[in-house]
């Protein structure tokens, strides 16, 4: 079975500072793939960055990025810089190999609530 | 630039009633995926669709059905709706079932009384 852990329900975070939002995942797959998305109060999935299993280089999307360490099975998103248009949930979710009927795994973390302070 | 288009964007339903939710993505994708969302339980993967003509059950299918109508459409129906069906519906595609990231829709809030 497929699974992702997000233990921080809550954030806070002072404007302008960084802050790394935690996800770990299992699986027995090979290759696969973690994703972040973002849910600001308005209610619509916003895709911000992907990570491969294979990649070797972290992910970066403009003030995002994937800390993933394969081996701890971990796969951190990192916003540089906050602003208060950042306050929002974010998951991480995780995407396996799909080898027909039955066999696909796409999962969702619980969420993060991350709230940026003036 | 519609993306994933899903209809309606608010029902209420008494129990027993039945509906359906319509979603149809114009990107020409391959997979589609149908996930409900629950105050602290995250998405959660109803349905999907790898490709066109194939459907098949996610983590919490019971109550439900789907049908993939053609490669742009994915409904969604309720055959007997129960208050435990109250949720936040997402409608999902993706180029394919392992490849590129899910575009969602934006939601169909269902209450079931």
């Known amino acids: 079975a497929q699974k992702i852990t997000q233990t921080q329900p809550g954030m806070f975070v002072q404007e302008k500072e960084a802050v790394t939002l935690d996800c770990t995942y299992d699986?027995?797959?090979?290759?696969?793939?973690l994703f972040w998305y973002k849910q600001p109060s308005s209610g619509e999935m916003i895709f911000l960055i992907y990570q491969g299993s294979y990649d070797e280089q972290n992910a970066t999307e403009g003030r995002y990025s994937l800390n993933f360490q394969k081996a701890r099975k971990s796969a951190n998103l990192v916003i540089s810089a906050s602003q208060l248009g950042d306050s929002a949930m974010y998951f991480c979710a995780m995407r396996g190999t799909y080898s027909g009927a039955g066999s696909y795994q796409l999962t969702f973390g619980k969420g993060t609530k991350l709230s940026v302070i003036p | 630039n519609a993306g994933v288009t899903q209809t309606p964007k608010f029902q209420v339903l008494k129990t027993g009633q039945s509906m359906t939710l319509q979603c149809a993505q114009d990107?020409?994708?391959?997979?589609m995926y149908w996930y409900r969302q629950d105050p602290g339980m995250g998405l959660r993967l109803i349905y999907y669709?790898?490709?066109?003509?194939?459907?098949d059950k996610g983590e919490v299918p019971n109550g439900y059905n789907v049908s993939r109508l053609n490669k742009r459409e994915f409904s969604l129906r309720l055959e007997s709706a129960a208050p435990s069906q109250t949720s936040v519906y997402f409608c999902?595609?993706?180029?394919?079932?392992?490849?590129?990231?899910?575009?969602f829709g934006e939601g169909s809030r269902l209450t079931v009384l």
């Open positions: 699986t027995s797959d090979q290759s696969y793939g």
């Open positions: 669709s790898a490709s066109e003509g194939t459907t």
């Open positions: 990107m020409n994708h391959n997979s």
């Open positions: 999902a595609s993706s180029e394919g079932p392992d490849t590129g990231e899910l575009f």
